[in-house]
């Protein structure tokens, strides 16, 4: 008679369920992570940040010569508690069949050897990255913010739409986006002026990657109420820094019936949510970045869910910039002017130390479409300023009266023939509307305490870098 085998279909599972199953047989598959005195062997299958270890008796001594590092196996084994204190349990292996398997000596050149590699290191190897304890740990992580934040929209009511990556608007920065054609670059169509002919180009117009689908989004916030997107960003600045990406994820909630003091309270709900979130579901594997990093995050992350954020506005802002003593040595700003951010650093991170929202700019810095405020010198808007990260969120009241817009949108010379169906929207049933972008790698970025943009996503794309 065939024995019966428990067949895990990942190590999270078996950590999970072991009580049930001590003392029984059972199949558990992962890769070689690496050996434990000449007994154990430890196998990590990507579920969890913690490995399997799997006791080898000299039966397996042939079998073992061919065992390295970075392998595939499948174990079936008996599971019985461990007496070592890193774990619980181990398995004590009855039959071992490797599954893929390659030469010790090509484990040299790569980011697989069991050592502390720098993350710029692991980035060349961005495809093999995925084994390594850290990064594994950081896209599990990723995973829960992900699901945390499509959940607090769920709980609110909000409906998740997509919009669209290809679009013609291109008025927010024209430079600063991809151009998306299908010209045969060889013999690209000019017209009579030797200007680029669009009308040929495959949608009749020139076409771009979305830098935002909140036009769109206020669209359908229009219909339906509340609405976010979560979708894929893409910018063709040439700022390679450690918190820009060329292609982000970026959340966009949008709300009908909303003004700028519901939008701050919104964002900073969903950011306190979120982060107790993965407090809860990913204390492991946070726990484990913080002692790998040495790094407080947990009381950093304990800190923001106790304080409300401080809230200022940009004129107070200026004043706190220019009178602080402590600002002093930063580059001198006026009224009127951009903040950079330096200016960003030092208020959220010395000044407050905590995170911080910013709100009513001055009209001559911000987009069209950001309401105009009754001093008619600032607008409706708000960004909230992380501590280390810098800006995460930007967000604004909309503009919804049709004639202010319309406007707006004459006076800075924009393109109405892109913009005509947008303020459509502010000519049929026009209501109160806010809503903000949060940068998706920037708060995971800011929750696992990862200097750099590039190591908190799967595969990264900034200049001269679209490798994998
Ligand atoms: P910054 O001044 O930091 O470049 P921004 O003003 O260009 O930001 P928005 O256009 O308001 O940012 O985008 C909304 C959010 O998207 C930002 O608050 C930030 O979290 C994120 N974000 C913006 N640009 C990038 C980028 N290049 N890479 C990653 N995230 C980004
Ligand atoms: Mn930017």
């Given at each position: 008679?065939?024995?019966?085998?428990?067949?895990?279909?990942?190590?999270?599972e078996l950590i999970f369920n072991y009580k049930f199953f001590i003392s029984k047989e059972i199949k558990i598959k992962g890769w070689v992570k690496h050996f434990r005195y000449n007994c154990f062997i430890i196998i990590n299958d990507g579920s969890t940040i913690n490995n399997l270890q799997i006791f080898i008796?000299?039966?397996?001594?042939?079998?073992?010569?061919?065992?390295?590092?970075?392998?595939?196996?499948?174990?079936?084994?008996?599971?019985?508690?461990?007496?070592?204190?890193?774990?619980?349990?181990?398995?004590?292996?009855?039959?071992?069949?490797?599954?893929?398997?390659?030469?010790?000596?090509?484990?040299?050149?790569?980011?697989?050897?069991?050592?502390?590699?720098?993350?710029?290191?692991?980035?060349?190897?961005?495809?093999?990255?995925?084994?390594?304890?850290?990064?594994?740990?950081?896209?599990?992580?990723?995973?829960?913010?992900?699901?945390?934040?499509?959940?607090?929209?769920?709980?609110?009511?909000?409906?998740?739409?997509?919009?669209?990556?290809?679009?013609?608007?291109?008025?927010?920065?024209?430079?600063?986006?991809?151009?998306?054609?299908?010209?045969?670059?060889?013999?690209?169509?000019l017209n009579e002026k030797g200007e680029l002919n669009n009308n040929l180009d495959f949608f009749g117009t020139s076409t771009y990657l979305t830098v935002s689908g909140q036009l769109q989004g206020e669209a359908a916030a229009s219909g339906l109420g509340k609405i976010y997107t979560f979708g894929p960003t893409?910018?063709?600045?040439?700022?390679?820094?450690?918190?820009?990406?060329?292609?982000?994820?970026?959340?966009?909630?949008e709300m009908s019936f909303s003004k700028l003091v519901h939008n701050m309270n919104i964002a900073e709900k969903l950011l306190k949510y979120v982060i107790k979130f993965v407090i809860n579901n990913s204390y492991e594997d946070l726990f484990f970045l913080e002692k790998k990093n040495k790094i407080k995050i947990?009381?950093?992350?304990?800190?923001?869910?106790?304080?409300?954020?401080?809230?200022?506005?940009?004129?107070?802002?200026?004043?706190?910039?220019?009178?602080?003593?402590?600002?002093?040595?930063?580059?001198?700003?006026?009224?009127?002017?951009?903040?950079?951010?330096?200016?960003?650093?030092?208020?959220?991170?010395?000044?407050?130390?905590?995170?911080?929202?910013?709100?009513?700019?001055?009209?001559?810095?911000?987009?069209?479409?950001?309401?105009?405020?009754?001093?008619?010198?600032?607008?409706?808007?708000?960004?909230?300023?992380?501590?280390?990260?810098?800006?995460?969120?930007?967000?604004?009241?909309?503009?919804?009266?049709?004639?202010?817009?319309?406007?707006?949108?004459?006076?800075?010379?924009?393109?109405?023939?892109?913009?005509?169906?947008?303020?459509?929207?502010?000519?049929?049933?026009?209501?109160?509307?806010?809503?903000?972008?949060?940068?998706?790698?920037?708060?995971?970025?800011?929750?696992?305490?990862?200097?750099?943009?590039?190591?908190?996503?799967?595969?990264?794309?900034?200049?001269?870098?679209?490798?994998?």
């Amino acid at each position: 008679m065939k024995k019966k085998i428990k067949c895990f279909n990942s190590i999270k599972e078996l950590i999970f369920n072991y009580k049930f199953f001590i003392s029984k047989e059972i199949k558990i598959k992962g890769w070689v992570k690496h050996f434990r005195y000449n007994c154990f062997i430890i196998i990590n299958d990507g579920s969890t940040i913690n490995n399997l270890q799997i006791f080898i008796d000299q039966k397996f001594d042939s079998l073992v010569k061919k065992i390295n590092i970075g392998i595939s196996i499948e174990v079936i084994g008996v599971l019985v508690l461990s007496k070592g204190k890193e774990q619980n349990i181990e398995i004590y292996a009855n039959k071992i069949k490797i599954i893929g398997k390659f030469a010790p000596e090509e484990l040299q050149k790569t980011i697989l050897q069991p050592k502390t590699h720098s993350f710029k290191k692991l980035r060349e190897q961005a495809y093999l990255r995925f084994r390594t304890s850290i990064f594994s740990s950081i896209m599990r992580i990723r995973h829960n913010i992900s699901f945390s934040i499509h959940k607090f929209f769920f709980q609110k009511n909000f409906i998740y739409i997509n919009t669209p990556i290809i679009t013609t608007y291109d008025s927010e920065g024209a430079g600063e986006m991809f151009r998306v054609t299908n010209f045969d670059l060889k013999k690209i169509p000019l017209n009579e002026k030797g200007e680029l002919n669009n009308n040929l180009d495959f949608f009749g117009t020139s076409t771009y990657l979305t830098v935002s689908g909140q036009l769109q989004g206020e669209a359908a916030a229009s219909g339906l109420g509340k609405i976010y997107t979560f979708g894929p960003t893409f910018r063709a600045e040439k700022s390679n820094t450690f918190r820009h990406l060329s292609e982000f994820w970026m959340i966009e909630p949008e709300m009908s019936f909303s003004k700028l003091v519901h939008n701050m309270n919104i964002a900073e709900k969903l950011l306190k949510y979120v982060i107790k979130f993965v407090i809860n579901n990913s204390y492991e594997d946070l726990f484990f970045l913080e002692k790998k990093n040495k790094i407080k995050i947990f009381k950093r992350l304990n800190n923001v869910l106790e304080s409300s954020f401080e809230r200022i506005s940009y004129t107070n802002a200026i004043k706190i910039l220019k009178y602080s003593k402590n600002g002093e040595f930063l580059q001198s700003i006026n009224w009127g002017e951009d903040l950079k951010s330096e200016h960003e650093k030092f208020l959220a991170e010395n000044y407050f130390n905590n995170p911080i929202i910013i709100y009513n700019y001055p009209l001559k810095i911000k987009p069209f479409y950001m309401r105009i405020n009754n001093d008619n010198k600032t607008v409706a808007a708000m960004d909230i300023i992380f501590p280390y990260i810098g800006e995460i969120i930007g967000g604004s009241q909309r503009e919804e009266r049709y004639n202010v817009l319309l406007k707006r949108i004459l006076e800075l010379n924009l393109n109405i023939k892109s913009l005509w169906w947008y303020l459509n929207i502010r000519r049929f049933g026009s209501v109160p509307q806010s809503g903000f972008g949060l940068g998706f790698e920037r708060l995971i970025q800011y929750i696992t305490n990862i200097d750099n943009i590039k190591d908190v996503i799967p595969f990264p794309r900034y200049p001269n870098h679209a490798y994998f």
